[in-house]
């Protein structure tokens, strides 16, 4: 998977847990459960709850999100044409480089990646609308690509800035691999989160893990998002970010608007069951957050979680000089597991038993 800020790697284990407790306490049968994530990422958590044998719609605003989710959630391993895959990987792999906007943009331009693995990025996202047979293998091979490029890159995890010196992956030959596919069903959604929610049918299960405060994922990985589009937007600043960056904003960005935006999901999203995460960095506080699940779905939980906060946070804050310019702030972010709904304090007891 790619490097991502508020990746809930360390958390999936525990969200999955909580959802097959609350599967038990209903009664529901393994492969007749419907859930939703509806802020899916990289997939994380929608591909341990698909693992676990639910049904998963993966929604993310992103194009990037809704390539990932169409690779990890819709493609159902078994159905797959592998071999023809990978024989496409192959060809892909053997192609040689060209310049074209990622090596202009991302690494003469800036250095998020040496010019040889820039010239083969191109290369490989030009032929991928050429080789690819339909959707789902087009979003295979994208999602090869941007593994393969994330491998290769000079960032600590954000492409807001890129490292004074090349990291030593960024020397390593960009390669092609076929992503681990997941057996099962699900299905891949790229909307509004709010707009989705008042749309979907009911689900058993909703994970809701918005974005926590200012920083907007559309800026924090606008490579990946021209990469899938395959735009060749105007760019600007150190960072090279797309033009639309300076407009492209959710209201979970803004301390003004994401309160009335998370309470209206909550109070819409139609789920007999709510899983929500938040850190302690973002803009709400606990006892808001309790009593809005209590008012929307009656039992409230909450499983407290810390770990460390991402790399660039861990290294401080650097001008484009190099110059150390601030301070380390917390070194671990302090997170919690909200479940609401029918049997969620039992849920709580449950886990606290074993």
């Known amino acids: 998977m790619i490097k991502y800020i508020g990746s809930k790697r360390t958390l999936v284990t525990r969200i999955v847990a909580v959802a097959d407790a609350l599967r038990a306490r209903t009664g529901a049968t393994k492969h007749a459960t419907t859930a939703c994530d ?37 493609a159902d391993a078994k159905r797959v044409r592998k071999r023809v895959l990978a024989e496409k990987i192959a060809r892909l792999n053997a192609l040689p480089g060209h310049d074209g906007y990622v090596t202009r943009t991302f690494c003469e331009q800036s250095r998020y990646f040496q010019p040889a693995n820039g010239r083969r990025i191109d290369a490989i996202r030009d032929a991928i609308e050429e080789v690819a047979d339909g959707r789902v293998e087009r979003a295979v091979l994208l999602t090869s690509l941007m593994e393969a490029a994330d491998r290769v890159d000079s960032t600590t995890g954000l492409q807001m800035a890129y490292l004074k010196q090349w990291a030593p992956r960024s020397f390593n030959p960009l390669t092609l691999r076929m992503p681990e596919l997941n057996a099962g069903r699900g299905r891949a959604v790229r909307q509004d989160a709010n707009t989705l929610a ?56 803004s301390r003004v608007k994401a309160w009335g935006a998370f309470s209206s999901l909550v109070r819409t999203v139609p789920a ?50 190099g110059e150390k310019v601030g301070k380390v702030g917390k070194l671990r972010n302090n997170e919690f597991i909200f479940v609401a709904g029918k049997g969620a304090r039992g849920v709580l007891r449950d886990m606290q038993a074993e």
């Not at 689900?203 to 606008?222: E, K």
Request: a negative charge.
């Open 38 to 74: 509806l802020f899916s990422g990289t997939t994380r958590v929608a591909q341990g709850l698909k693992q676990a044998g639910y049904f998963v719609t993966a929604n993310d605003l992103a194009t990037y999100g809704e390539v990932l989710a169409t690779t990890y959630i819709e």
């Open 198 to 253: 008042s749309q979907m049918d009911e689900v058993d299960i909703a994970y809701l893990d918005p974005p926590y405060n200012q920083h907007s994922y559309h800026a924090n990985y606008h490579i990946w998002e021209t990469l899938v589009r395959h735009d060749a937007p105007e760019a600007y600043g150190i960072a090279r970010k797309r033009e639309d960056c300076r407009t492209v904003k959710s209201p979970f960005n």
């Open 272 to 321: 007999k069951h709510l899983i929500v995460s938040f850190s302690d960095e973002g803009f709400f506080a606990f006892e808001d957050i309790v009593s809005l699940l209590e008012d929307s779905h009656g039992e409230v939980a909450a499983i407290p979680v810390s770990h460390k906060r991402y790399v660039g946070a861990r290294i401080g804050i650097y001008n484009p000089r």
